[in-house]
């Protein structure tokens, strides 16, 4: 069961007071953030995009060793570079898992027209180089889980501090499906490992509808049993 209607979602009223306080002034970041996948073309101020990338850099992390690596991408020409290679990548794939020719060509087309679209990119990376190394393979890879959730933190950040300056976003996943290609095409460090990429800019729609679980779907509470004499 999922919920669409606003007026119905119990945290509303904290939203709607009126004088905004601290916690009224991030509730309503918060709830107002929508994922935007078309952009107005005026660029942010690099100014604004920098002080992103400062909300950023607060976020917490494993063991505070900060694994998160960012590449802005603002030049028309890299964009298409990028997307150009990812859309043949895209294509690739697609035409060997035999899917529909046309399909492909509009995907690959849609994916163009978001990544050149979109005024700024922000590229998240993983680095493992300061993280901790260890023999085994299950403790490497909870090690690396680490990084890559510091690394989500810190996109997050980015997201909210976005929607506080006027800006929307948009996480796309598609980088993390070919890291090596992304690395390759925008020249970066063996150890910057992509994990995603914000879309960011002046949002020319509102996004789509807010849908999400009930809170009781989602959460199991853990409460002390009622005491005997209190009922
Ligand atoms: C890890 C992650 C990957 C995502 N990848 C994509 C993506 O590749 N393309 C896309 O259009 N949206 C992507 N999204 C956005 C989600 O679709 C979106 O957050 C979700 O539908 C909820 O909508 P909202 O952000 O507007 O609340 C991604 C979000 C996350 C957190």
Redesign the pocket.
């Known amino acids: 069961m999922y919920r669409t209607d606003t007026l119905e979602r119990p945290w509303q009223d904290h939203a709607d007071v009126g004088e905004a306080s601290p916690d009224a002034r991030f509730t309503d970041v918060v709830l107002n953030?929508?994922?935007v996948?078309r952009y107005l073309p005026e660029q942010p101020p690099l100014a604004t995009i920098n002080r992103l990338l400062e909300m950023a850099v607060t976020a917490p992390s494993a063991h505070n060793r900060q694994p998160w690596r960012f590449v802005v991408i603002r030049s028309y020409q890299e964009k298409a570079r990028l997307a150009k290679a990812m859309g043949d990548k895209l294509e690739r794939d697609r035409m060997a898992d035999n899917d529909d020719p046309v399909d492909i060509k509009n995907d690959v087309a849609r994916s163009f027209a978001r990544i050149t679209g979109a005024p700024t990119l922000i590229l998240l990376c993983v680095t493992m180089a300061e993280m901790d190394s260890y023999r085994d393979a299950d403790r490497s890879r909870h090690e690396f889980c680490m990084a890559t959730q510091s690394v989500?933190m810190a996109g997050q950040n980015i997201m909210l501090a976005a929607q506080a300056s006027g800006l929307s976003s948009?996480?796309?996943?598609?980088p993390m499906f070919c890291p090596t290609l992304v690395q390759t095409t925008l020249n970066l460090p063996e150890d910057w490992v992509p994990q995603?990429m914000l879309t960011v800019g002046y949002p020319a729609n509102t996004?789509?509808p807010?849908?999400r679980k009930p809170i009781q779907d989602v959460v199991v509470y853990l409460d002390e049993a009622p005491h005997a004499t209190s009922q």
């Open positions: 953030r929508r994922s996948r989500a948009c996480w796309m996943c598609a995603g996004g789509k807010f849908v």
